[in-house]
T-cell receptor, first 111, second 115 residues
């Protein structure tokens, strides 16, 4: 599975959009981009995933560049409860190995 | 509430104790997982069970012994642990075996302290 690179930490003002970048320059054609987040002292929570088209759900939007070498997770109106570590994971959708989590980005939403 | 329940939430044990962590999922999933998260480290996969059969053991020491009596329940039996085993132990489940469906549902974890 392709490796990902994320900033270690980011801050965002409450009510503003939080844009979390992820680089996956070695991604292959059949690999999806997944995002999870982990709020302190809880288990990770699935957010969204996509292949090449932009995706949106009730939690967030996922923007994938045309060359698929990077993506951005957007939380449109960040709240204090969005403070968490956000993990970007790239892997084949029907792979035979479970998800591998990296270090992620620690997002702090500030009042 | 994710449909995956872990007990206990907190556990303190001595190095000579024997204890068990319990995980139960109410989602009708077929695959269950144990992950370990040490302080300031990424999640580490420990074990994978598909349809009650262990399909992956990620070089975990034998002092950790998993048990999966059915698709809804997963245990992690602990004995003669070391202080460095102190960590957050997370259970997860997914609908499909072998991680084909990457929508994992995690429990809240058991925070383990080994004294």
């Amino acid at each position: 599975d392709a490796k990902t690179t994320q900033p270690t930490s980011m801050d965002c003002a409450e009510g503003r959009a939080a844009n979390l970048p992820c680089n996956h320059s070695t991604i292959s054609g059949n690999e999806y981009v997944y995002w999870y987040r982990q709020i302190h002292s809880q288990g990770p929570q699935y957010i969204i995933h996509g292949l090449k088209n932009n995706e949106t759900n009730e939690m967030a939007s996922l923007i994938i560049t045309e060359d698929r070498k990077s993506s951005t997770l957007i939380l449109p109106h960040a709240t204090l409860r969005d403070t968490a570590v956000y993990y970007c994971i790239v892997r084949v959708h029907s792979g035979n190995t479970p998800l591998v989590f990296g270090k992620g980005t620690r997002l702090s939403v500030i009042a | 509430e994710t449909g995956v329940t872990q007990t206990p939430r907190h556990l303190v044990m001595g190095m000579t104790n024997k204890k068990s962590l319990k995980c139960e999922q109410h989602l009708g999933h077929n695959a269950m997982y144990w992950y370990k998260q040490s302080a300031k480290k990424p999640l580490e996969l420990m074990f994978v069970y598909n349809f009650k059969e262990q399909t992956e053991n990620n070089s975990v020491p034998s002092r950790f012994s998993p048990e999966c009596p059915n698709s809804s329940h997963l245990f992690l039996h602990l004995h003669t642990l070391q202080p460095e085993d102190s960590a957050l132990y997370l259970c997860a489940s997914s609908q499909s075996p072998q991680g084909r469906n990457e929508k994992l549902f995690f429990g809240s974890g058991t925070q383990l302290s080994v004294l």
